[in-house]
């Protein structure tokens, strides 16, 4: 992705020991939790979301929206698959990306705190990207929910980001800033996206040993990206030497961009890869 070629050009070249902690209620929470394979889904080897057989045999039969007359009934099916895809992402994000949770806030569990994803040793990287995404339904390590559904992973996915910077040997951060409840309770320093991306910032991304950060953020995500500026103008000035946005509603924002970042970050104020063929290769040079 030319992101990627023109990021390298403006950078110059302890072990993780917040575990995240995951309870007991947490399990029996995900045991309960509807799989894909429990809705009758299942990812085939292209990314795309296919119907299975009752004998787990991938068809090439996508996504249904309208199982039935009743509208409602088929939103009920649309949102429970959605978030059987969330857990799905999780699980890659952890087992094919390598990526790990750490806790918002910091000693945290699943029953009262979110998490964010990073790569193992991110904190010692020269380089670490931070992937934000925008608001609504997606969380870590989705674009588009509705495109992971109806299109594949690749377009909906944060996954090939991730697999770009992992090669150039980045250390990654994804935020999580929709996550922001638990059992109806708000979650303490994320009850909103603006009150965990500033967390974030100031536990995760502040303390790390980078000399260079990379942004690479979503439609509202530029709007917090915008918002971070303000509040850490000193590490955006230092240490922040590029920002992608895409589809990016930051212009929204009460903040004005202050002049430095205006005229020496990158911005891609466009829509996502899927419209004007951007992906993380083709943005590089």
């Not at 990812?43 to 068809?59: M, P, V």
């Not at 959605?82 to 994000?93: C, F, M, N, R």
């Not at 609504?136 to 390590?141: E, F």
Request: glycine letters at 4%.
């Amino acid at each position: 992705m030319k992101v990627f070629r023109r990021i390298k050009a403006y950078i110059t070249p302890q072990h993780l020991k917040n575990q995240y902690c995951v309870s007991k209620i947490y399990c029996e929470k995900m045991a309960a939790t509807k799989t894909l394979a429990d809705l009758g889904y299942a990812f085939n080897s292209e990314g795309q979301l296919r119907k299975i057989c009752a004998d787990g045999k991938i068809t090439d039969e996508p996504f249904q929206f309208n199982i039935s007359k009743d509208h409602q009934q088929c939103q009920s099916h649309y949102e429970t698959l959605g978030e059987a895809v969330t857990e799905y992402i999780y699980q890659l994000l952890e087992t094919q990306e390598n990526l790990v949770r750490l806790p918002v806030p910091k000693d945290s569990t699943e029953d009262f705190g979110t998490f964010i994803f990073t790569s193992k040793d991110y904190d010692k990287k020269p380089v670490v990207m931070v992937l934000i995404h925008g608001s609504g339904a997606v969380r870590a390590g989705q674009w588009a929910r509705s495109l992971i559904i109806n299109e594949n992973l690749d377009m909906g996915t944060q996954i090939p980001y991730i697999k770009e910077a992992t090669a150039r040997d980045y250390g990654i951060i994804v935020l999580n800033p929709n996550d922001n409840t638990r059992n109806d309770k708000i979650i303490m320093n994320s009850s909103n996206s603006e009150e965990h991306s500033k967390y974030v910032w100031e536990h995760y991304i502040r303390p790390c040993s980078a000399t260079s950060i990379v942004i690479v953020a979503h439609s509202f995500g530029g709007y917090l990206t915008l918002m971070l500026s303000d509040m850490f103008r000193t590490d955006f000035e230092q240490r922040v030497k590029a920002v992608a946005l895409t589809d990016s509603v930051h212009r929204y924002s009460r903040v004005k961009m202050n002049v430095y970042l205006k005229t020496q970050r990158i911005g891609f104020p466009v829509p996502l890869p899927w419209t004007h063929q951007l992906t993380p290769q083709s943005m590089m040079y």
